[in-house]
């Protein structure tokens, strides 16, 4: 079973910057589409980005766009979203999410397999 683990989270200032990365530990990632989302307190968990399993094309939510930059490492078995002019609305806990095979075609969580156990980002001066 895919296991994932996300690491990277913490407290930054607005205007700066984290590196948030998730490790799958059993398995390639490579067949996988990777998704991060985010829930803040009181919120719905939603989806900022995600890059695909097939040509690692990559999606953005308008929110954090110009931003927010997600890339992955096959050989390291890692995805990284790179965190940039960080805003206190960024706030929340972070997962990654891991679909077989998929196309980034949505943030429906249901179509995700494989969940991390989240890191919290915290942005405030």
């Known amino acids: 079973q895919l296991q994932l683990v996300e690491s990277g989270g913490g407290l930054v200032q607005p205007g700066g910057s984290l590196r948030l990365s998730c490790v799958n530990s059993r398995f390639t990632i490579d067949y996988y589409a990777v998704g991060w989302f985010r829930q803040a307190p009181g919120k719905e968990r939603e989806g900022v980005s995600c890059?695909?399993?097939?040509?690692?094309?990559?999606y953005y939510v308008d929110s954090v766009k110009g931003r927010f930059t997600i890339s992955r490492d096959n050989a390291k078995n890692t995805v990284y979203l790179q965190m940039n002019s960080l805003k206190p609305e960024d706030t929340g806990v972070y997962y990654c999410?891991?679909?077989?095979?998929?196309?980034?075609?949505?943030?429906?969580?249901?179509?995700?397999?494989?969940w991390g156990q989240g890191t919290q980002v915290t942005v405030s001066s």
């Open positions: 999410a891991a679909d077989l095979w998929g196309s980034c075609s949505s943030y429906d969580r249901s179509e995700y397999d494989y």
């Open positions: 890059i695909s399993s097939t040509d690692s094309s990559t």
